[in-house]
């Protein structure tokens, strides 16, 4: 299993770790306000086995079902933010030509 693992390529991984820290704010959202995935499926017009099946770590959540989840959840799922420092480019103006 070590070996199998080993093979698979660390863009995958980091998918499926981000997937799983989603799974994990959404679970602790539902704690905190006393909720259960199915109160999370009513809010949002899903069905139970939709919301099981986004709850289990692998699926691939798009912008809009996150956007949709946190305002059924009326709380943040995301935090965007990068500690890199991203270099400046100074851009001389450019001149667009007339037709």
């Known amino acids: ?19 799983f820290r989603i799974v994990d704010r959404i ?5 905190e306000k006393g909720l259960k995935q199915k109160d999370l499926a009513k809010r949002m017009g899903k069905s139970e086995a939709e919301i099981s099946k986004w709850m289990r770590g692998t699926h691939n ?12 959840l009326k ?9 890199k420092k991203y270099p400046t480019y100074d ?9």
């Open 91 to 99: 851009l001389e103006p450019t001149m667009v030509a007339e037709p």
């Open 27 to 31: 679970h602790d959202i539902l704690e």
């Open 61 to 72: 959540f798009t912008i809009d079902t996150l956007v949709a989840i946190e305002e059924a």
């Open 1 to 19: 299993m070590e070996k199998r693992r080993e093979l698979v390529k660390p863009e995958a991984r980091a998918k499926v770790a981000m997937s």
């Open 75 to 83: 709380a943040p799922i995301l935090q965007v933010y990068h500690d």
